[in-house]
């Protein structure tokens, strides 16, 4: 550790100059103590040391937390040393990410090898650093797409920016891709083969993998790639590494290769079969004309043997009028490479032959001849000279049967057998959208993809010699249209006799059916809307007669529908004697003016109990006037009794709102008004007079009496119960109101909603309660429990500080002290310094005085001994059985001295080899609590009595468990064993 500086931070000068001393005795130069924060950065930058020692608390106006988060960009380790244990503290602590933290009264070992660790930590973080930068430039600025894939958690940790020039991903998109997805972009013919390699891979038959395939890239093209890698196992996870690189155009080359080849060989293959297969006459001329070979065909058209034709230039085989078109052709075909053109031939017997010859040139061995394809047109001069004739005379049929076609008055289609366009109507393009449309020669499937294969069987049938129709079929068209069509298919004869195509005959009559379908829906609709009603539904004739009802209405009048159909309205027996006049003076108003308000009215049911309902008259109309009345009865019997009960409960409620300082208010969202009371005013401080009226915006709501800092807050809970989808809603919420006088009280607000039925709030309501008197004495106790925690957080501080120096102070005397025994001494006073710090230290985090974790304090304190004593693993070992137990302050202080005095006299007495165990076990018995601190050394002297010993750690013991009224026993039987059992002392309150 030669060389390392270290910058300490303390301002209690007793405990830097011990501290700094530890220090120097590691090895450590420490070439400055500061003892505040604007000194600690200051000299931080000056010296540059290798480590920080920090306290917490330290002079000036920022502690030391503050100071490290200024120097935090240095990278220069820190380690907190403070009395500060407090879970906030230690949060804050954490942000400025220190190497330690280690708490006052330290033990010195532990701060040594809390600094080396630290030292280590920081110089290996930077070697990382500094590989980790080398190693990712050369991945970044590799040719090759380099990855890491954690097969676990199936996702790429590392991505080279390469992907993007080679696939055409960004890094993000890829990495973001789970395996399933990267897969079905390879190439379906080449998964199967990787997948096998990969599942080699994965099992284990071979260490690498080494595939060539194709990947489809983002454009959508694909390209082969080379993915060379391996399955590696860092810890217990197994990842895949390795790199891709692109081989297209290496692979494009060796198919255009391949395929030159094979186009070579087939060319080759297919010319001498077109030489002796072909049905034309070819002949092969050089550049002057002579002819260089020929095939059999040539022989048969020219007449001479394949060794004459050879020794014939082709002027020798055209007649010379034709001379001049030939040679010109000949020409052409040596500029153009190709050239086509009709003449004659004469053949060996002089015989004029019309040909058709196509020229071209080709490879011939190692020249370019011209190769010249005969065809014998004859029979085609011939057929084109019959066909101008009959063309001539089908031109006029034509013309007339087209003029009569589009005149038609219905829609008309001629078909060929191959169903193509040979005519249609006008009226036929007109009903099936086709205006502008080329339909000659198209298929009429083409034209209406949407024909179903039963049409089409239809079609197929006609062209067989059948005649069929239908009147109303369903076509759904492509544009999702529906048309139903009544028509007609017939054959058409050509005039062999034989059958050309078909006639279709056809008229739309969506119009018709669609009117039927809905006429026969709206029927239904009526009779299931009618039946379904819930309410009392009842239609009369114009004198009164019933006509029909529903099952509503025949359930609560008790009598059935075939028992009542004929009768008078009145004679019913349901209609209250004091209800007739009023029914019959509605039933006049109805007919004389056409309509009538709903009104509430009475009936009598089977039971003979009255029902009160909302009830509606409508006159419904026939071809010459008014034909029937229909009575709708809504029973609103259960809304009269609980409007009843609403009454006498609005009752009980005021009262109950005036002795609780309630009052309530509505809120209108549609006009955004509020309606108050005057109970509401009294609470505000003003008048109905005052304010004009008992409505008010909310605007001007907010205005005059939110307190302003408040607005944002009442505006955001108003906006949620408004904008909530839960027709349940409740909230509250507090807020201040400054009343008409100036006076500033505090509210409590109570909200619920009311939606309409498409589920929009339509209107909130709720109460405002005065809770400043409330509010008043909870910020009275407040302020004065956040100053007794000050008071207990600087108390707390100050006691372990003070700990601190006493440790430091025995510290600083024991270099001082030659004699062994004294050193011995002051050591174990150094033990119960530390002993009762940490009892505080649990104290502060416990809620209560009577609520310490002793398990955990006896666990923390056993480490502690053992680790001020230097014990190593495997020498002197711990067992401890301690129950999970929570006693108070008064019990805890001497418990834990007692066990302190007893752990230190067992390592210093017990082991003379330093061999063998403590055991300590603590829990609750029926006497109260119990605890053994045992050891299996070499016992206690039987000449030493520990009720009358002139030891100071066995007459510390025995005064602490007479202070809590405890029984001490002793059994020397193996080793040493204290057990002492007594009861957790009440706490008492201080003043």
Known sequence: MVNKKILLVEDESIESLDIKRVLESFGYQ??????????????????????????????????????????????????????????????????????????????????????????????????????????????????????????????????????????????????????????????????????????????????????????????????????????????????????????????????????????????????????????????????????????????ELFGYSQEELIKLNFRDIHPSEELEVVQTSFKKIIMDDMGTVDTLVLTKDNKKVPVAITGSLIEYGDKTIIQGMFRDITERKESEESLLNINKALK????????????????????????????????????????????????????????????????????????????????????????????????????????????????????????EKKFRDNEEKYRTLFESNPDYTIIVGLDGIILDFNVAAEQIIGIFKDELIGKHLMDLGILPKDELDLLEEKFSLLVKHGEVAPFEFRIIDKNGDIRWGETSLTLIMGENGPAYILVIFNDITERKIAEKKLRSSQIQLVNAMEMSNLVNWEYDVASDTFTFDHRFYDLYGTTVEREGSYLMSSEVYAREFVHPDDHDMVADETAKAIETSDPDYVSMVEHRIIRRDGNIRHLVVRIAITKDSEGRTIKTHGTNQDI?????????????????????????????????????????????????????????????????????????????????????????????????????????????????????????????????????????????????????????????????????????????????TETLGLQLVNSLTDQ????????????TKFKITFKELDYKERL
């Open 964 to 975: 809590i009224d405890g029984n001490i026993e002793l059994d020397r039987s193996n080793g």
């Open 30 to 299: 420490v070439p400055y103590v500061a003892s505040s924060s604007e000194e600690a950065v200051e000299k931080t930058i000056e010296i540059m040391p290798d480590l920080i020692l920090m306290d917490i608390v330290l002079k000036g106006d920022s502690n030391g937390i503050g100071a490290v988060s200024k120097i935090k960009d240095l990278n220069i380790p820190v380690i907190y040393l403070t009395a500060h244990s407090e879970e906030s503290t230690i949060e804050r602590a954490k942000l400025t990410e220190p190497y330690g933290y280690i708490i006052k009264p330290y033990d010195p070992t532990e701060l040594k090898y809390a600094i080396e660790l630290a030292i280590y930590k920081n110089q290996t973080k930077k070697e990382l650093k500094q590989n980790e930068k080398r190693f990712r430039h050369i991945l970044e600025n590799s040719l090759d797409v380099v990855y890491r894939r954690n097969l676990d958690s199936d996702e790429y940790d590392y991505l080279s920016p390469m992907i993007e020039q080679v696939l055409g991903y960004s890094t993000e998109e890829f990495i973001s891709m789970p395996s399933t997805e990267v897969v079905e972009l390879i190439h379906p013919h080449d998964r199967e083969n990787v997948s096998n390699i990969f599942a080699n891979a994965f099992s284990g038959k071979t260490k690498t993998y080494n595939i060539e395939y194709r990947f489809k890239q983002k454009n959508g093209h694909y390209k082969w790639v080379n993915d060379f890698g391996s399955i590696v196992k860092d810890g217990d996870i197994m990842f895949l590494i390795g790199s891709v690189y692109d081989i297209t155009e290496r692979k494009k080359g060796e198919e255009r290769r391949k395929n030159g080849e094979k186009a070579l060989r087939e060319s080759e293959e297919k010319y001498r079969a077109m030489m002796n297969y072909s049905s034309d006459a070819i002949v092969l001329t050089d550049f002057e004309g002579n002819f260089v070979e020929c095939n059999k065909n040539a022989e």
């Open 772 to 948: 400043t008197e409330l509010k008043e004495k909870e910020e009275e106790i407040k302020k004065s429990l956040e100053e007794k925690e000050v008071l207990l957080r600087e108390i707390h501080h100050r006691v372990k500080n003070n700990m601190q120096i006493i440790s430091s102070l025995l510290n600083l005397q024991i270099q001082h002290v030659e004699d062994r025994e004294a050193e011995n001494v002051l050591k174990e006073s150094q033990g119960r310094v530390k002993s009762m710090a940490m009892l505080h230290e649990k104290l502060y985090q416990s809620p209560n005085f009577t609520n310490i974790n002793f398990k955990e304090y006896i666990e923390r304190l056993v480490f502690d001994i053992f680790y001020s004593y230097g014990i190593k693993t495997g020498s002197i070992e711990s067992e401890l059985d301690i129950e999970d137990i929570k006693i108070g302050i008064e019990t805890a202080i001497p418990v834990g001295l007692i066990i302190n005095e007893l752990v230190t006299n067992s390592i210093k007495y017990a082991f003379p080899k330093y061999n063998g165990t403590i055991k300590i076990e603590f829990k609750s018995s029926e006497e109260g609590l119990e605890l053994i601190v045992a050891d299996d050394g070499i016992g206690l002297q039987k000449d030493i009595d520990p009720k009358n």
């Open 396 to 515: 006029k049929r034509d013309e007339e049967f087209k003029y009569f076609i589009d005149s038609a008055p219905v829609a008309i289609a001629m078909f060929d057998k191959r169903m193509r366009y040979i005519a249609a109507s006008l009226r036929w393009i007109e009903d099936y959208n086709l205006e502008g449309q080329e339909l000659h020669g198209i298929s009429h499937y083409d034209i209406f993809p949407e024909i179903t294969d039963e049409v089409k069987e239809v079609h197929k049938r006609a062209l067989t010699g059948s005649i069929e129709r239908a009147d109303d079929d369903k076509f759904v068209r492509a544009d999702g249209r529906v048309q139903y069509i009544r028509w007609e298919v017939h054959p058409w004869y050509l005039s062999s006799g034989d059958i050309g195509g078909i006639i279709i005959f056809s008229e739309d009559v969506s119009e018709r059916i669609n009117a």
